[in-house]
T-cell receptor
């Protein structure tokens, strides 16, 4: 199978601090990873697309200086929420795709961020 | 914006077939139809995808109309564990290949 993990699964941080979320593809190399955010009772919203070794592409309305994405290797992408505020509290989910020709995208279990 | 329309919610009895419809009347020739589901507080799970032919795997069957403007996901023998939000998504074969999620259908399997 294709397994994607996220760490941590839950995190609570104080307002103004930064928090890093890791996304790993455990048994395949992911040339592309995606980051989503999901508020309660809402659908997933794509935040950005990251390709290994290059800058992430952010969706309209997503602040790239606030949500820093690093895809340093073919198995790891990180999302750092900088200067977090309570409105950043959400469920953050990553997904990974094996290669450009591969049509399936595999999702991680998500990270619940609570900013107090 | 999502390019699909799904009913907000559906109910199905355990053991019965669950048929989830999806309208994608503006689908173009280079777009696949994907189905994912999300069980509460988990990441989405891939179910099945297709281009124009009907598809079947161990989880479900996908029936796509001949004009490709709509499709139906069939869970042949629904169980309580199939209770989830089901998302129908169209996505380009080439290009960015982003998955854009709509609101999905909340399927409840009743005992």
């Amino acid at each position: 199978g294709a397994v994607v993990s996220q760490h941590p699964s839950r995190v609570i941080c104080k307002s103004g601090t930064s928090v890093k979320i890791e996304c790993r593809s455990l048994d395949f190399q992911a040339t592309t990873m995606f980051w989503y955010r999901q508020f309660p009772k809402q659908s997933l919203m794509l935040m950005a697309t990251s390709n290994e070794g290059s800058k992430a592409t952010y969706e309209q309305g997503v602040e790239k200086d606030k949500f820093l994405i690093n895809h340093a290797s073919l198995t790891l992408s990180t999302l750092t929420v900088t200067s977090a505020h309570p409105e950043d509290s959400s469920f953050y989910i990553c997904s990974a795709r094996k290669d450009r020709g591969f049509v399936e995208q595999y999702f991680g279990p998500g990270t619940r961020l609570t900013v107090t | 914006d999502a390019k699909t329309t799904q009913p907000t919610s559906m109910d199905c009895a355990e053991g019965r077939a669950a048929n989830l419809p999806c309208n994608h009347s503006t689908i173009s020739g280079n777009e696949y139809v994907y189905w994912y589901r999300q069980i509460h507080s988990q990441g989405p799970q891939y179910i099945i995808h297709g281009l124009k032919n009907n598809e079947t795997n161990e989880m479900a069957s996908l029936i796509i109309t001949e004009d490709r403007k709509s499709s139906t996901l069939i869970l042949p023998h629904a169980t309580l564990r199939d209770t989830a939000v089901y998302y129908c998504i169209v996505r380009e074969i080439q290009g960015a290949q982003k998955l854009v999620f709509g609101q999905g259908t909340r399927l409840t399997i009743n005992p």
